[in-house]
């Protein structure tokens, strides 16, 4: 039995974690479910979008299951996501994007690893006013944190049994921050013979993953840079429906989807349950639980490839639920295979 932290969020967030835990379930796994809840709609009764008992259930438990929570645009309220991994020290953020046959997309096979730090950069939140027409951000980049998340880029390789992974940066203009991301991933790198190692500028990666996406393996990125090239790697597999995501620490991982909450569809049953059912798969690989990992995966993509469920995001006319449920029978299935 595993006692992980589950945070419904806001938006859409509690439908599709209901449909998360209902494909979960079926796989067999044990999990005993603490609800811990975190959200703009929690404000009123507890005064903040991330209560203390939230942290504190994910310190006890050290995984989390997490559906989206709004963030405002521009005031308001810092977004819940980063306070969460400055709390945590989520240093990891995993951001993998592999195509789903039955997904329309304009590339096949797409099989990408985005590893973003996930603690400093621009994401820090070190700014100022210095004039009613003037403001000012602070770009922090250490070594430390560059050469942990370059190592765990290179591990994951390692583990994965990928081949090369691509440090991405913008060090001929930041030549002091990237420049320091870059000479560190340079330093990690030399203990990793066995995978090939390359450096590119973060313009002519959007322009390479555009144009010839089948070149590259895993990528790590600096903070800001990593936000943007995972947003971009979910849209060559169909957008951010399909995305998954885990924040990984040294005591505790998060994982979520990476959409946002979607507040005009809250309460529809619509919305698109595969993103943090995937980010589900990389929790339970997390957990050691990797034939049931490899199950849930395949059942979702045998789902989505068969057309037995989709969302209207997919195309389809299928409801929340429908979808979850539909994985869920299709794991009945898979089971005689998987755990024969």
């Given at each position: 039995m595993y006692n992980i932290t589950l945070i419904p969020g806001d938006g859409i967030g509690p439908e599709?974690?209901?449909?998360a835990c209902v494909a979960i379930e079926a796989t067999g796994v044990k999990i005993n479910w603490e609800i811990a809840n975190a959200g703009a709609d929690f404000i009123e009764t507890d005064g903040t979008?991330?209560?203390?008992?939230?942290?504190?259930?994910?310190?006890?438990?050290?995984?989390?299951?997490?559906?989206?929570?709004?963030?405002?645009?521009?005031?308001?309220?810092?977004?819940?996501?980063?306070?969460?991994?400055?709390?945590?020290?989520?240093?990891?953020?995993?951001r993998p994007a592999k195509t789903i046959p039955?997904?329309?997309?304009?590339?096949?096979?797409?099989?990408?690893i985005i590893v973003r730090e996930n603690t400093e950069d621009l994401y820090a939140g070190i700014e100022r006013q210095i004039d009613e027409n003037t403001a000012e951000s602070i770009k922090i980049i250490t070594r430390e944190a560059s050469e942990r998340i370059v190592k765990y880029a290179f591990d994951y390789a390692v583990n994965e049994n990928r081949k090369k992974v691509t440090a991405v940066t913008k060090a001929n203009i930041c030549k002091l921050t990237?420049?320091?991301?870059?000479?560190a991933a340079k330093n990690i790198a030399k203990k990793y013979p066995q995978i090939e190692y390359e450096e590119i500028l973060i313009d002519n990666m959007c322009m390479q993953l555009v144009q010839q996406p089948e070149n590259y393996d895993v990528l790590v990125l600096p903070n800001l840079y990593g936000d943007i090239i995972s947003d971009l790697a979910a849209g060559l597999i169909g957008g951010l429906g399909v995305a998954p995501g885990a924040n990984i620490g040294e005591d505790a991982a998060i994982f979520e989807a990476v959409h946002g909450s979607s507040p005009t569809l809250k309460g529809l049953n619509k919305a698109n349950p595969t993103a943090l059912i995937l980010s589900a798969v990389l929790m339970l690989k997390h957990i050691g639980e990797n034939q049931t990992a490899q199950m849930l995966q395949q059942a979702v993509e045998n789902v989505i490839r068969e057309g037995k469920a989709k969302t209207f995001d997919l195309g389809g006319k299928?409801?929340?639920m429908e979808m979850a449920e539909a994985i869920?029978?299709?794991?009945?299935?898979?089971?005689?295979?998987?755990l024969s």
């Open positions: 599709i974690c209901e449909a979008p991330l209560p203390q008992k939230v942290i504190n259930s994910i310190k006890k438990n050290k995984i989390a299951l997490k559906g989206p929570v709004t963030t405002p645009i521009g005031t308001g309220f810092r977004s819940v996501n980063v306070a969460l991994r400055k709390n945590l020290n989520l240093y990891a953020n995993l039955g997904i329309k997309s304009r590339y096949d096979n797409i099989d990408l990237d420049g320091l991301f870059l000479d299928s409801s929340t869920a029978e299709e794991i009945k299935q898979l089971k005689t295979c998987f």
